[in-house]
């Protein structure tokens, strides 16, 4: 079961950070807070205002 979601031996594992990839940075953080806040949402940690 722990091997499902396994990285391939060869990825390269390492954050844009880590890479020195100013390019990536931004939309990688970006995308960590959309996933975390969607995750938040599903949870029912938060609620999303619905606009008008």
Do not use: H, Q
Not at 24 to 43: G, P, T
């Amino acid at each position: 079961a722990a091997r499902v979601n396994r990285l391939a031996d060869d990825a390269d594992y390492r954050t844009p950070w880590e890479r020195d990839d100013d390019g990536a940075l931004v939309s990688y953080e970006l995308d960590m807070i959309r996933r975390s806040a969607a995750n938040m949402k599903k949870f029912d940690f938060i609620a999303m205002e619905k606009s008008a």
